[in-house]
T-cell receptor, first 115, second 109 residues
Framework: NAGVMQNPRHLVRRRGQEARLRCSPM?????VYWYRQLPEEGLKFMVY????????ESGMPKERFSAEFPKEGPSILRIQQVVRGDSAAYFC?????????????FGSGTQLSVL | QQPVQSPQAVILREGEDAVINCSSS?????VHWYRQKHGEAPVFLMI?????EQKGHDKISASFNEKKQQSSLYLTASQLSYSGTYFC??????????FGTGTRLTVIP
């Protein structure tokens, strides 16, 4: 059973370009969470999605950032017109059921570097 | 909604013990603990659900005081492999998990 798969592992973009980060949850998992981590800092919650629905996007900037988890295919975190401050590691995690009594499985992350 | 962890960093010699604390300003439904090694993904350690619950995992255990909205992670007889950053994650009823800023643990020979 493959774990949570994130790609690309590393992504380099120039300021103003778009970044698309993909996350395939574990098989059978319908809950996906995105977190951002700056060097030497904690995991900052961005967005929580279930299949086709955004449940909580309170941690995601209102502008330039969007997320989706379609019925088929991976979850996508999209950052438009990237700026240097977007450089960070972006982790995706998934669970089979709501997180109250369920552990999260994390992907290996996407390291985004904005030049 | 982010919980507060303390200490921020701790250095131990092999065999020593450590306690990492996590507190929240909101009522908690559950507390999770994860460990992240440098350059890797966070890995699950344990979940605590009920007030006063304690759990153990080898020489790593944790407690959850629901009334005080606090949890503590206990590492006893530390090993080199325990080095990493420990995060507590708190769930406040929205089926979502917010992580603390982390505690960096370094175990030296």
């Amino acid at each position: 059973n493959a774990g949570v798969m994130q790609n690309p592992r590393h992504l380099v973009r120039r300021r103003g370009q778009e970044a698309r980060l993909r996350c395939s949850p574990m098989k059978g998992h319908s809950h996906v969470y995105w977190y951002r981590q700056l060097p030497e800092e904690g995991l900052k919650f961005m967005v929580y999605l279930q299949k086709e629905n955004i449940i909580d996007e309170s941690g995601m900037p209102k502008e330039r950032f969007s997320a989706e988890f379609p019925k088929e295919g991976p979850s996508i975190l999209r950052i438009q017109q990237v700026v240097r401050g977007d450089s960070a590691a972006y982790f995706c995690a998934s669970s089979q059921n709501p997180v109250t009594n369920e552990k999260l499985f994390f992907g290996s992350g996407t390291q985004l570097s904005v030049l | 909604q982010q919980p507060v962890q303390s200490p921020q960093a701790v250095i131990l010699r092999e065999g020593e013990d450590a306690v990492i604390n996590c507190s929240s300003s909101k009522a908690l439904y559950s507390v999770h603990w994860y460990r992240q090694k440098h350059g890797e993904a966070p890995v699950f350690l344990m979940i605590l659900l009920k007030g006063g619950e304690q759990k153990g995992h080898d020489k790593i255990s944790a407690s959850f005081n629901e009334k005080k909205q606090q949890s503590s992670l206990y590492l006893t007889a530390s090993q080199l492999s325990y080095s990493g950053t420990y995060f507590c994650g708190t769930e406040t009823g929205a089926n979502n998990l917010f992580f603390g800023t982390g505690t960096r643990l370094t175990v030296i020979p």
